[in-house]
């Protein structure tokens, strides 16, 4: 037996990264990756994911009312999130319309069925965040929200207040 032939008889196994020296940002994607992950096990029950879930969910929250609305909040690309949008119409639980001011532009409605089943469909992404805090204090999830809340503020800034984090010494 050869050494490539060896090689593809032994299946290679990942080594697990190790948490210790990981980035914030690596942590961040672990932390968010983990957590669709499980929203997405929860939302198999239903037949839907985690995309299509926020998608109903931006839609009823009034964040968005077009697909093009959808995509800049989910920086999604305009071809996947058409055939997300087909297949949430398929299911029942969306529907697209045509302005009344303006025809060329096609609104989404979440339609009867979709804001039936949205409180379940909440409750579970509820569970899931729930059980990501498990051990974490009434402080620690507020200071985590603080923390949160402004690395957002910092990324719409784009870095303008760059000069600020260097503190008194700067």
């Known amino acids: ?7 593809k008889a ?7 990264p190790r948490e210790e020296g990981l980035s914030v940002g690596a942590l961040m994607g672990r932390a968010r990756a983990s957590f669709l992950s499980a929203l997405d096990t929860k939302l198999e029950q239903f037949g839907l994911n985690s995309m299509q879930f926020a998608v109903l969910k931006h839609l009823s929250d009034g964040a ?4 093009a609305d959808l995509c800049r909040l989910m920086h999604h690309d305009t071809g996947a999130m058409t055939r997300l949008l087909d297949r949430l119409e398929e299911k029942g639980l969306v529907r697209r319309e045509r302005g009344r001011v303006d025809r060329r532009v096609v609104l ?3 339609a009867g069925a979709g804001r039936a089943l949205l409180p379940r ?3 579970l992404a509820t569970a899931v965040v729930e059980a ?3 051990g974490f204090s009434a402080a620690e999830v507020g200071a985590l929200k603080d923390y949160l809340g402004r690395m957002i503020a910092n990324g719409q800034l784009g870095g ?3 000069s ?5 010494d700067s």
């Open 1 to 7: 037996m050869n050494r490539r032939s060896l090689a």
């Open 64 to 67: 968005a009312n077009t697909a």
């Open 164 to 168: 600020l984090a260097g503190g008194a």
């Open 108 to 110: 989404l409605r979440v």
């Open 132 to 134: 990501h805090l498990a």
């Open 160 to 162: 303008q207040n760059h």
């Open 10 to 16: 032994e299946p290679r196994v990942a080594a697990a």
């Open 121 to 123: 469909l909440r409750a």
